[in-house]
């Protein structure tokens, strides 16, 4: 399973796997108890783990990073029904740069969840990459570049004309 295909849906727990996306939704894998099913955009969102971003005292960070620090750390993992003040310590010991007033409990609550699925399942979590769209090759981020300029000169000013006015027939209301 590949971590670019692992999305989290709203309004429904855990971490899915997208299996096929329509113009109506998307069929999903669930990663906990394996079921298939369709799951409708408009009645949920979809969010793929690789585009979460967490934020940070600098700069948001993405959330394969934060995982890959827990990957790392020897901090034993707290649970999922742990309490707010557990799950602050933790975080402050392997992700110190983490803003807590902005990153809830719930978050980090619904972040340990995830990193105990992701593990459950052998998914390797990786960062995406930037790639230049010219050569595939990895790089830095594509530059803004500016719209070129319309040629308006043709276009008249003033007071738009009047157009033809319309007659309205009435249907008996007077």
């Given at each position: 399973?590949?971590?670019?295909?692992?999305?989290?849906?709203?309004?429904?727990?855990?971490?899915?796997?997208?299996?096929?996306?329509?113009?109506?939704?998307?069929?999903?894998?669930?990663?906990?108890?394996?079921?298939?099913?369709?799951?409708?955009?408009?009645?949920?969102?979809?969010?793929?783990?690789?585009?979460?971003?967490?934020?940070?005292?600098?700069?948001n960070t993405n959330l394969a990073?934060?995982?890959?620090?827990?990957?790392?750390?020897?901090?034993?993992?707290?649970?999922?029904?742990?309490?707010?003040?557990?799950?602050?310590?933790?975080?402050?010991?392997?992700?110190?740069?983490?803003?807590?007033?902005?990153?809830?409990?719930?978050?980090?609550?619904?972040?340990?969840?995830?990193?105990?699925?992701?593990?459950?399942?052998?998914?390797?979590?990786?960062?995406?990459?930037?790639?230049?769209?010219?050569?595939?090759?990895?790089?830095?981020?594509?530059?803004?570049?500016?719209?070129?300029?319309?040629e308006t000169s043709h276009i008249?000013?003033?007071?738009?004309?009047?157009?033809?006015?319309?007659?309205?027939?009435?249907?008996?209301?007077k």
């Amino acid at each position: 399973m590949n971590y670019s295909k692992i999305i989290s849906v709203t309004g429904l727990g855990g971490l899915y796997e997208l299996i096929s996306s329509k113009a109506d939704g998307a069929v999903v894998k669930s990663l906990e108890d394996n079921s298939t099913k369709f799951v409708s955009s408009r009645m949920h969102n979809f969010s793929h783990l690789e585009s979460i971003e967490i934020y940070t005292v600098k700069d948001n960070t993405n959330l394969a990073e934060l995982f890959n620090a827990i990957k790392n750390s020897e901090e034993k993992i707290p649970g999922t029904n742990a309490d707010g003040k557990e799950l602050k310590s933790y975080f402050e010991k392997v992700y110190p740069d983490l803003d807590f007033d902005r990153v809830y409990a719930s978050d980090m609550k619904k972040m340990v969840k995830w990193y105990g699925i992701l593990t459950a399942n052998n998914i390797e979590i990786s960062l995406p990459e930037q790639t230049d769209s010219a050569d595939g090759t990895p790089g830095e981020k594509p530059k803004a570049v500016k719209a070129p300029k319309i040629e308006t000169s043709h276009i008249k000013e003033g007071k738009p004309t009047k157009s033809a006015s319309r007659k309205i027939e009435s249907r008996g209301v007077k």
